[in-house]
């Protein structure tokens, strides 16, 4: 079954109530937690995540261990950066980034799209599979 949740990762001081609000807008479930061993645990037991959204506006680089440990328990997570700078190229494991210069509506678009592409791929494998 194809859960709808975002797991939002930020820490106290990045922590955007803007930020979880866009998110929430966009009808999905959203779940947000304040480090990185809490997104772990909570990825473990619900599997059901369908994308993360990984705040990393203070410019820390933590995040390559723990995009390599989610995909590690959830393989086809979504997982989508929010930092202040663009990258190019994305980090490995990460299919989107998004500025904190752009409108919120990128990243909620970001995200749908992800999992609307995602949610496309899974129909179409599933009818394969049926013939």
Known sequence: MWHDTIL????????SNSVLAALEATG???VSV?????????????HSAAAVVLDQRKGEDTSSDLIR????????????????DQI????SGVDACVS???PLE????????????????????HCGSAA
Not at 10 to 15: E, G, I, L, R
Not at 70 to 79: A, N, Y
Not at 107 to 124: I, S
């Open 106 to 125: 990128i990243l909620t678009c970001a995200v749908r799209h992800l999992l609307t592409a995602k949610r496309t791929v899974v129909e179409r494998s």
């Open 28 to 30: 999905l479930d959203v």
């Open 34 to 46: 304040n480090r990185p061993t809490q997104a772990i645990a909570l990825l473990f037991v619900m």
């Open 69 to 84: 440990n989610l995909r590690s328990i959830c393989p086809e997570l979504s997982i989508v950066l929010l930092c202040r």
């Open 8 to 15: 939002y990762i930020s820490d106290q001081a990045t922590s």
């Open 88 to 91: 190019t190229p994305l980090p």
């Open 100 to 102: 904190t210069g752009q």
